[in-house]
C-alpha cells in the first residue's frame, strides 16, 4: 500500500463513513483497522462506527468464518441502534477463500447485512469507494414520482476535513430552490432508501458507476461536477444546476458577484504577489479540478503539479517537487515533510488532515471558503523564514517595511 493513494479497503471504508445509523465491520487483520481508522480518528472521535473481528494467524490457517460470525453476533448486540452492517473484506480473507457470503446469508438477526469485497491487492481507494457505492444499491427503493428540484450528492466523504461545513454551507446557498435529498457524507439508511425520489444525481469526481446505474433502473439522471472552490467555482456549479433543473439562480449569482468585489478589496493587495507562483496540488479526485480551478483562475496561481492521490506516491511526489520548486503545497497532511524540507507553506484541505482540525463553521466553497484559503495560503507565506530574495518577499513588503541589512 502506497502513503497517498492507500487501498481499496479504505476506500470502501471512507464511501460508508458518513451513513450514521451503519457499522462498518471489517473482515481483516488488525492493521486494516488502524489505519483506516487513525486517518478517521483524527477529526472525528465522536463519531466512530467503525469495528474489526481481527484476523490471526491461526485463522489464515483455520479460516476466518468463525471470527465472523462471531462479529456479527457482537455487532447486533453492541450496534443495535445500526440498522445496518457493512462487512468490508480484506485482502486476507478474500486470498484464503473465506465465504463471507454464505456467513452473511446463514447469520440471523435484525440488521442488515452487505458484503463490500475490497481487497488491497484489487485495486487503489478510488476502486473502493466505487466498490462501496455500488453495493448501496440494494437498498434503494423505486419512487411512484420525483420530488422537484431535490438531488443527491455523491463523491464527498464523511472524513474530509470541512465536509459538514461545506454540506451546510451549500444548503444554506441553495436555500428554498433545491433539496439535498441525500448526501453520502452525511445521511442515514433512510435517505439512501429515498435516493430514487430526486430529480438529479450529483457527482463529484466519484459515484458515476452508482449514478449511471440509478439512471438505469430509477431513471434518475446525473451530472459530474467540480467541488465549487471559490466564486468561480460556485457559480459554474450553480449554473450547471439551474440547467440541469431549470431553476433560475440569478440572485444567487449577483450575490456571489458582490462577495467577490468584497473579497478583492480587502485582499487585492497581497493577491497580486501570488499571481504566476508555482503551487503543488495532490488531493482525490472529488476535489482535485475544483482546487485547480481555483488557484489557476481566482487566484492567478501556476500550477505545476495536480495528482490525484490514487495514482501518486509521495516518492513521485518528491521528484515533481524537485524539478518545478512549488512554494506552496495544497492537499493532505501526508505532505507535510516536503513542505518543511521545501520551508514552504502546506494548506489542508483534504483527506486525511490528521495534523489540522477544525471545530468553526469554517467552509471551503464559494466566497466564504475563497476568503479562507486566501487568509490561510497569506499566512502560512508569512510566517516562512525571511528571505530578501524569496518567492515571498514581495508579498511581505506589501503588508510591513522590512529591513534588509
Not at 496561481?301 to 518545478?324: G, N, P, Q, Y
Request: some cysteine; aromatic content about 8%; overall charge negative.
Amino acid at each position: 500500500m502506497k502513503p497517498l493513494s492507500s487501498c481499496a479497503l479504505f476506500g470502501a471504508v471512507r464511501a460508508l463513513g458518513g451513513i450514521k445509523d451503519a457499522l462498518i465491520l471489517q473482515h481483516s487483520v488488525v492493521g486494516c483497522q488502524w489505519g483506516s481508522l487513525t486517518f478517521r480518528y483524527a477529526g472525528k472521535p465522536y463519531d466512530v462506527r467503525q469495528a474489526s473481528d481481527v484476523i490471526y494467524d491461526e485463522d489464515v490457517v483455520n479460516g476466518g468464518e468463525k471470527v465472523l460470525r462471531k462479529a456479527l453476533q457482537e455487532a447486533e448486540r453492541i450496534f443495535a441502534h445500526c440498522g445496518a452492517v457493512f462487512v468490508v473484506s480484506g485482502c486476507v480473507p478474500n486470498m484464503i477463500g473465506d465465504d463471507v457470503d454464505g456467513i452473511l446469508a446463514t447469520t440471523e438477526g435484525s440488521q442488515k447485512l452487505l458484503h463490500v469485497k475490497a481487497p488491497g491487492y484489487a485495486g487503489n481507494i478510488d476502486s473502493g469507494v466505487e466498490t462501496a457505492y455500488l453495493v448501496l444499491l440494494p437498498l434503494l427503493r423505486a419512487a411512484e414520482k420525483k420530488q422537484a428540484a431535490t438531488i443527491n450528492i455523491l463523491g464527498i466523504m464523511n472524513d474530509d476535513p470541512y465536509a459538514d461545513n461545506d454540506l451546510l454551507e451549500l444548503k444554506k446557498f441553495l436555500g428554498t430552490k433545491v433539496k439535498i435529498n441525500c448526501a453520502l457524507q452525511d445521511c442515514s439508511l433512510r435517505d439512501i432508501a429515498a435516493m430514487p425520489q430526486a430529480e438529479l444525481n450529483i457527482c463529484f469526481g466519484y459515484g458515476e458507476p452508482l449514478a449511471q446505474k440509478m439512471q438505469e433502473e430509477f431513471g434518475v439522471p446525473y451530472i459530474k461536477c467540480a467541488y465549487p472552490y471559490g466564486v468561480a467555482g460556485m457559480q459554474k456549479f450553480l449554473r450547471q444546476l439551474g440547467e440541469a433543473l431549470k431553476i433560475d439562480f440569478s440572485d444567487e449569482l449577483a450575490e456571489l458577484e458582490a462577495a467577490a468585489e468584497k473579497l478583492v478589496y480587502r485582499c487585492a493587495d497581497y493577491l497580486v504577489n501570488l499571481y504566476q507562483l508555482p503551487v503543488a496540488l495532490a488531493t482525490d479526485k472529488a476535489h482535485l479540478a475544483g482546487l485547480q480551478s481555483f488557484f489557476a483562475e481566482e487566484l492567478g496561481m501556476r500550477v505545476v503539479i495536480a495528482e490525484d492521490t490514487a495514482e501518486f506516491s509521495l516518492d513521485k511526489m518528491a521528484e515533481a517537487t524537485a524539478k518545478h520548486k512549488p512554494v506552496l503545497f495544497c492537499g493532505s497532511s501526508f505532505l507535510k515533510n516536503l513542505a518543511d524540507k521545501y520551508q514552504v507553506p502546506l494548506v489542508r484541505c483534504a483527506y486525511p488532515a490528521f495534523d489540522r482540525l477544525c471545530f468553526t463553521d469554517n467552509t471551503l466553497v464559494g466566497a466564504r471558503g475563497a476568503a479562507l484559503l486566501i487568509e490561510q495560503i497569506v499566512n502560512g507565506a508569512l510566517q516562512q523564514q525571511y528571505k530578501s530574495d524569496g518567492r515571498y518577499a514581495g508579498l511581505r513588503e506589501s503588508i510591513c517595511e522590512v529591513n534588509h541589512e
